[in-house]
C-alpha cells in the first residue's frame, strides 16, 4: 500500500517561500532560491529536471506518485498545474469551500482531510501519494494520516517568508530519520512519521 | 578561528517548548530536544560534536541564555572567557570569567580576541540573530532532532528578508541502531560571507 510523504523544498530556516508570495510569483520574493536547483518549462511540474544525481533521484520518486494531494492555496497559486501535476494522476485539492466551477482536469475538491486522505490513497493504489504545500500537510499532520516528509533543505536563510512548520497545536510530533542524502549542497532527508503504537 | 553557533533544534526548527522562563528555561515539553545528550560522553558522532563544542576557546551568548542558565555560576566550560550580549549591563560585577558587552560588533571583536586560536562558541537564539543581523557568525553547528514541538521559541526569528547563503560542511547522523529519543542529526555550516 503506497504512503502519504509530502514533498517540500525548504531553507535551513524552514521557509518555503519568500515573503508576499502569491499567484504569478508563486515563491514570493527571493523565493526562487529555494528551486535553484530545478529547471522548469513553462512551470510544468511533470517537465522539472536537477542537475545533480541525488536532486534527480528525488525528482523522479516525487513524479512515480499515483496521485497528488494539495492545498487550495497552492493550487490556485501553482495556477492549477493546468489540471495535470504529473501523468495525468488525480489531483485531490484539500478547500473548506469548493468554487462554483468545477474542478479543472483530473483534479477534484475535497472538505474534508481525512477523506482527502483516503480518495488520494486509492486512487494511487500501490504508488504513494505526492503531499503538497504547507497547510495540507499541516492539516495531514493533525489528523494524522501524514506517512512521510521527504524534505529538501536548501543551504540558505531566507529571513522571512511563508514557513513549512507553523500555527500547529503544541503537541510533539515524534519522527524518524530513514534517509539522508547530500546533492549540491542540498540536504535531502526523508522522515517517517512515528506511529502512536510505536510511542 | 571561527563563531560557530551551537543549538539543538526539533527539525520544525525550535530551540525551547512554550512558556521558558527562568523556572522552566526550556518551555513545556523542551526537554525533548537534549535526549541525545545522553550519548555526550559516549564514542559516536553525539560524543564527537559534543566534544568539539567543550574545546571552544570563549562563549558568546545573549542576556536571556545567560540568565536562563542560572549564569552557568560564572563557568561555562574550563573557565572560558563568556562574553554576554545586553541591551543594559547588570549592576552588580559580573561572576567568573563573564564579561558584558552592549554592542554585537564589539561582542565578537572580544570573544574572537579570547578565544585566540580556538573557536567561540555562540549559544542562544538571540545572540544568534544578533550576530547573523551584523554578519559576525562564520559557522553554524545545529543538532536537529527528530521531532516536531509544533510551538515555542524559534532559532531563526526576526531576521531580515534576503538570504544568507550557506555551505554545508558537515553531516553526521547517529546510526540507525541508535535508540529513538536519541537520534539526532548533526549538522555543520559554513556562512558565505556577502
Known sequence: VGKIVLYMWMSLDGFIAGPDDRPGQGLGIGGERLHDSLVLDDDDPATARSDDRVGATVLAEAMATGAVLTGRRTFDIAGHWGGDHHDGVPIIVLTRSPPAEPAPGHARYVTDVREAAALAREAAGDRDVLLHGAEAARACLQAGVLDEMALQVVPVLLGQGRRLFDDMPGDHVELQLVRSLEGSGTLHLRYRVRTADEL | ?194
Open chain 2, 1 to 194: 578561528m571561527a563563531i560557530r553557533l551551537d543549538m539543538t533544534m526539533s527539525l520544525d526548527g525550535y530551540v525551547a517548548g512554550p512558556d521558558d522562563d527562568p523556572d522552566h528555561p526550556l518551555g513545556r515539553g523542551g526537554f525533548r530536544l537534549f535526549d541525545w545528550l545522553d550519548r555526550r560522553l559516549d564514542p559516536g558522532p553525539s560524543g564527537e560534536v559534543y566534544a568539539e563544542a567543550l574545546a571552544t576557546r570563549a562563549v558568546l551568548a545573549g542576556r536571556r541564555t545567560y540568565e536562563l542558565a542560572g549564569r552557568w555560576g560564572g563557568d561555562h566550560h574550563d573557565g572560558v572567557p563568556i562574553v554576554v550580549l545586553t541591551h543594559a549591563i547588570p549592576d552588580d560585577p559580573p561572576p567568573g570569567s563573564v564579561v558584558y558587552a552592549t554592542d554585537v560588533h564589539e561582542a565578537a571583536s572580544l570573544a574572537r580576541r579570547a578565544a585566540g586560536d580556538g573557536d567561540v562558541m555562540v549559544h542562544g537564539a538571540g545572540a544568534a540573530q544578533a550576530l547573523l543581523r551584523a554578519g559576525q557568525l562564520d559557522e553554524v553547528e545545529l543538532h536537529v532532532v527528530p521531532v516536531l514541538l509544533g510551538r515555542g521559541r524559534r532559532l531563526f526569528d526576526h531576521l531580515p528578508a534576503g538570504p544568507v547563503e550557506l555551505d554545508l560542511v558537515r553531516r553526521l547522523a547517529t546510526p540507525e541502531t541508535e535508540d529513538p529519543p536519541q537520534q539526532v542529526l548533526h549538522l555543520r555550516y559554513r556562512v558565505r560571507l556577502p
